[in-house]
Structure formats: structure tokens, C-alpha cells
């Protein structure tokens, strides 16, 4: 591990012992001020620094995620929990809020029924599907050795899919140690969005549901409920979704800044207010329809899936190919990969040496 790096990860650690004390304050403030305006104001110190921390990395497998992390996740939770809202607000101790405050998770409803004892065969089926999306990451990795004679649009599919891959299995490991320490029964983050058959299927029950549930949260229902007396309950449920798309955008657009370091553009939030006003447009048309009519899953499928392809294509991408973000992240993971070579030999070497 070269000077840099070691830097880097000294930075990280830093950064998130600097977050967890945040967090710690942020848990003691708010059981001593009361919800409202005067918690919202208290909890405003530890916002502020949670927003800047990120700035101390420059790594895009460590920026990023921590970016996503704090500044998105954490602080609309903390704004959430201003006004006793949240998985924050219910949090039965200490360390279940700093588990919740500061990963990607979501603590699934309790359940009347026993639980049973060893493996199930959901989640036996999972951990194949983890490893299968392993292989096709590390396959995707070297397929980038062929870039140049690759076609522009295969390299993009290849980063659409290496992205995904790599999001989940990030959120993944983040999980693992509230699920194992804590004994969290957890929600799944993805939900094979491979499979959507609509957008709204895609966005609200298949791609990166923490972030869905914590936009319903903070935006959705709040928008959704200040238009229900002027339009009805069911219209504003379409701004609503709009809006929610928006500060998706907005907030995408921040992160995009933490890993690029360059100004935003605003591509990313039309490329997320567009797919907002499309399932708005899309909800409406069911329930005009009515279910009388149905395009086969397959059909839908595809044509959700080039929607998708195109407008990222369009405007989630570029963004983040002009600042060689595309190429950090190769060079980051080919150095993970040769780094955990490298390790796995030694320790390999090193067993053979004790017992030879």
C-alpha cells in the first residue's frame, strides 16, 4: 500500500471518528431539548460538521460512500429526529443509534412469529446471488482490459452494471456489522432491480430502498400533506413524488461534488426530476386505466430498462466521465483486487511456513 493510500486511510479513519462523536452529541442533545425548533437548532452543530468531513477524502471508495453516508442518510435523519420522527427517534440505545445514525440501514417491523432457527432458504438463495454478483463484478473488471476495442456504448452498459454491482455490495458489508453486533432483523437495500417492470417499480421497490424510505420521510409525505387540502390526497401524491425526485437530484449533485470536487452542473438533478415527473406521469396513467390495460412483463421490462440505460447515458454519467471519476474507480479497484492478492499470498506463504 503505497504513501497515498495509507494517508487516505488514515483521513477515513479520522473522518469517522470525528462523525461518530457527532452522532454521540447529536444523541444526547436530543434527549435533553425538546422536539421542535429548539432540537432542530441544537442538532444544527453536528449537521454542519457531518456535511464537512467528507471533504477530507479524496478516494472514491471511501469519499463516496461516506459522503452518502453522512451527509445524505445521517443528516435527514438528524432532521428527522428535530421533530422525534425517524428510526432515530425510537432508537433503544446508545449504540443502536450510532448503528442507525451511521450506516445504510433499515430495522425490519418485529414479526408475532418464531423465529427460525438456522438458514432459510431465502437467504440461502441470497448469498448465491451475492456470490454470483461477485464473479460478475470481477469479471466486469477485467472486460475493462478490452475497453479499446470495445464499443462506446458497451463500456457504458459495462459501467451501468459495474455500478450497481459495486453500490450493493458497499451497502452489503455496511450492513454486516449492525446486523451481527447488534442482532438487527434488516431490511434488504436492493431488491434485483434487474427485474423492474416499470419505473415506479424500479425507483420505489427495487433500487437503493433506504434512500426511497428516507424520502418518504422527509419530502414525500411532507409535500403530500401540505397540497392534500388544496388539491385532494390522491393529485398531491404526483408534485410529491416529483419533489422527492428532485431532492434526489439535488442531493446526488452533492455527492457527485464530494467526489469530483468540481462545480455542479445540474445534470444529475434533471436526469432525477425527469424520472420523477415520468412515474408521476406513469402512476397517473394506471389509475386512469384502471387496470384494464397491461403491457407483458417482458415488454415492460425492456422498455424500462432502456429508458434507464438512455437517460443515464444522458445525464447521469457524463458528469462523472468528464472528472475521470470512471477511471479513479477502476484504479481503485484493481488496486484493492492486486492489494488483497498480494495479502492472500502472504498468508498462504505464511501457513505453509508454519506447518512445513
Not at 431539548?33 to 468531513?53: E, F, H, K, M, T
Not at 455500478?163 to 438487527?184: H, K
Not at 423492474?196 to 437503493?208: E, K, P, V
Not at 488483497?340 to 511456513?353: C, N
Amino acid at each position: 500500500m503505497g504513501g497515498d493510500a495509507e494517508e487516505e486511510l488514515k483521513n477515513f479513519i479520522q473522518v469517522w471518528i470525528s462523525a461518530l462523536a457527532a452522532l454521540a452529541y447529536s444523541y444526547f442533545a436530543s434527549s435533553a431539548v425538546p422536539r421542535g425548533a429548539l432540537r432542530l437548532l441544537s442538532l444544527l452543530p453536528a449537521v454542519l460538521l457531518l456535511s464537512l468531513l467528507p471533504l477530507r477524502l479524496s478516494s472514491a471508495h471511501l469519499g463516496g460512500p461516506t459522503a452518502f453516508f453522512l451527509v445524505w442518510l445521517a443528516n435527514f435523519k438528524l432532521l428527522l429526529l428535530s421533530f422525534h420522527l425517524g428510526p432515530l427517534a425510537d432508537a433503544p440505545s446508545f449504540l443502536h443509534f450510532l448503528s442507525l445514525a451511521s450506516l445504510p440501514v433499515k430495522v425490519k417491523p418485529p414479526r408475532d412469529d418464531k423465529k427460525v432457527s438456522g438458514k432459510s432458504p431465502k437467504s440461502t438463495l441470497a448469498s448465491v446471488r451475492l456470490a454470483i454478483k461477485v464473479l460478475i463484478l470481477v469479471s466486469i473488471l477485467h472486460a475493462y482490459e478490452y475497453r479499446p476495442r470495445l464499443h462506446e456504448y458497451a463500456i457504458l452498459a459495462l459501467y451501468c452494471v459495474h455500478l450497481y454491482l459495486e453500490l450493493e455490495l458497499v451497502l452489503a458489508i455496511c450492513a454486516v456489522p449492525a446486523s451481527a453486533a447488534l442482532g438487527f432483523d434488516l431490511e434488504r437495500q436492493f431488491d434485483e432491480p434487474y427485474l423492474a417492470t416499470s419505473l415506479q417499480d424500479f425507483w420505489g421497490r427495487r433500487w437503493n430502498l433506504m434512500v426511497s424510505s428516507i424520502l418518504r420521510s422527509t419530502v414525500y409525505d411532507p409535500v403530500r400533506r401540505r397540497l392534500a387540502p388544496l388539491i385532494g390526497s390522491r393529485p398531491a401524491s404526483l408534485p410529491a413524488t416529483v419533489a422527492a425526485f428532485a431532492v434526489s437530484g439535488v442531493m446526488h449533485e452533492a455527492i457527485y461534488y464530494y467526489i469530483t470536487r468540481a462545480r455542479p452542473t445540474g445534470e444529475v438533478t434533471w436526469f432525477f426530476t425527469l424520472h420523477g415527473i415520468c412515474v408521476a406521469a406513469e402512476v397517473a396513467v394506471k389509475r386512469w386505466a384502471g387496470g384494464r390495460w397491461r403491457m407483458h412483463r417482458a415488454a415492460s421490462g425492456m422498455l424500462t430498462a432502456a429508458f434507464l440505460m438512455v437517460t443515464g447515458m444522458r445525464w447521469f454519467f457524463p458528469q462523472l466521465m468528464r472528472n475521470g471519476v470512471h477511471e479513479k474507480v477502476i484504479s481503485e479497484c484493481y488496486a484493492i483486487f492486486h492489494f488483497g492478492k498480494d495479502e492472500l499470498t502472504r498468508f498462504i506463504f505464511h501457513i505453509k511456513s508454519e506447518f512445513m
